[in-house]
């Protein structure tokens, strides 16, 4: 998708909005005992620190390395596109989720730090199937659409 350094930085900012936001409404939600219409303000006010911190991890670490082990099992030039996109959001998700849930954990669901691993543990299990289906249905899908509207081929 992104052909130059600037695409990269569009998608990735573009995406991490879309995710980043979704996975905080999510996990407020989990943590309010259910989803209501302050749940989407909540998650209004933390998407700039977890945007910053989740694209900063994605567009300089997380975005290369994954790239690297998915063109290890897949080659993109032969590969059906949809089935490059869905391995390397995949391996995305793989690395983001355990990381930007500890973050979480660590500044906003932070008690002590004698029970840091296990909600740890526990934020990560319940992120991940959400940030995977999320990323694979509908984050991926819908911010590829915005992106080739954005920079429409010639």
């Known amino acids: 998708m992104p052909k130059t350094k600037f695409q990269d930085f569009i998608f990735t900012f ?13 996990n407020t939600a989990l943590n309010t005992g259910g989803l209501t219409n302050t749940t989407f303000i909540i998650a209004l006010k933390e998407l700039p620190i977890m945007g910053v911190i989740a694209f900063l991890l994605e ?30 959001s995949s391996i995305i998700v793989c690395f983001m989720c355990p990381i930007m849930s500890f973050i979480g ?3 906003f669901g932070f008690n002590g730090i004698e029970n840091l691993f296990v909600n740890w543990i526990k ?8 940030a995977l289906c999320w990323q694979i249905f509908y984050a991926g ?8 509207l954005i920079f429409k081929e010639k």
């Open 14 to 26: 573009i995406m991490v909005i879309v995710m980043v936001y979704a996975m905080v409404c999510y």
């Open 59 to 88: 567009f300089f670490l997380i975005g290369n390395l994954s790239k690297k082990i998915a063109f290890k099992l897949v080659d993109p030039t032969k590969e059906n596109p949809i089935i490059t996109s869905v391995i390397t």
């Open 105 to 107: 954990t660590t500044l």
């Open 123 to 130: 934020a990560a299990v319940l992120n991940f199937p959400m």
């Open 141 to 148: 899908p819908l911010v590829r659409f915005i992106f080739r």
